[in-house]
């Protein structure tokens, strides 16, 4: 990207300022080739030569940031970006920071949602509980806490709760056990208001984003393979667009190279040795424009 003109609009984008989600997020950015605060302290952290500016704040408030038209590109969990009810619109999903939500209470006491109608209900997620239940016609009594919502049903403030499981040890240790389907699954999204134009510069900062996605996702994987098994070498290998095949200097050979999903590498590589291919090699890819 060049270098921003002195005066020019910068891009503002909201990131979070603590926690697993702040660090999965900054690397991600440092991958994209965006300077990251070297203080956690750092409230806001300008890269004029990509042209962008970020503001850490609490994850739960970037959604409502980006929807009144403050910051224009929020990183942060879907889980938050809902409870928000900011006006805002998912526009990729960054791979990282996944889990699901659910509703738990002590062992045997329910076993499905509907059996909430009355009951009370601790959350720190009170608008996608409440949102929920509205859509199932439950109406249960929801309680908003502000964290540590496990120790709710034991300390009489409820008899169920709503809340982010990942592991689920931490309910297992509080008692409790999660029950019915999940009200829905979460992951770190990246937002913008909804209705809004694209500010300038975020057609770059998307091809940027998601380049780092695809080398997350892939590697580079060369081989070399005699020439009548070429076809069948590159079913394996398709890459993205197509495989690029090199003739070689040894007759009948030739050299292909290829991008593979990283989580086939391995089973690809077997395969690949089993048709007849020899040199095989598997590189890490950095970055990318497709």
């Not at 999660?178 to 999204?189: H, I, Q, R």
């Amino acid at each position: 990207m060049t270098p921003t003109d002195e005066g020019a609009a910068m891009l503002k984008i909201a990131v979070p300022n603590k926690g697993s989600l702040a660090d999965a997020s900054a690397d991600v950015l440092r991958e994209a080739g965006y300077r990251q605060r070297r203080d956690a302290h750092d409230l806001v952290m300008s890269d004029h030569a990509n042209g962008v500016e970020f503001f850490y704040l609490r994850p739960r408030d970037i959604a409502v940031y980006v929807g009144e038209g403050t910051l224009d590109i929020g990183l942060t969990g879907r889980d938050l970006v809902l409870d928000a009810r900011a006006p805002v619109s998912e526009r990729a999903t960054l791979g990282f920071g996944g889990s699901d939500f659910y509703f738990a209470a002590p062992a045997g006491r329910f076993t499905a949602v509907e059996e909430l109608e009355g009951v009370r209900v601790a959350t720190s997620y009170a608008g996608i509980v409440e949102d929920f239940c509205k859509a199932r016609a439950i109406n249960a009594h929801i309680t908003r806490l502000d964290g540590a919502v496990e120790s709710a049903v034991r300390l009489g403030v409820a008899d169920a709760i709503a809340d982010v499981v990942s592991t689920g040890n931490t309910l297992r240790q509080a008692g409790l056990e999660t029950f019915g389907d999940p009200l829905m699954s979460s992951e770190a999204v990246l937002v913008t208001r909804d209705s809004a134009a694209d500010p300038a510069g975020f057609d770059v900062f998307m091809r940027r984003i998601e380049g780092v996605l695809v080398a997350r996702g892939y590697v580079m994987m060369d081989y070399d393979i005699e020439s009548e098994h070429v076809e069948a070498a590159c079913r394996l290998t398709p890459g993205i667009e197509s495989p690029t095949v090199s003739p070689l200097h040894r007759a009948g050979w030739v050299a292909v190279r290829s991008m593979v999903p990283r989580e086939d590498a391995q089973r690809v590589m077997d395969r690949l040795y089993d048709l007849g291919a020899r040199g095989i090699l598997v590189t890490d890819i950095h970055a990318c424009r497709l």
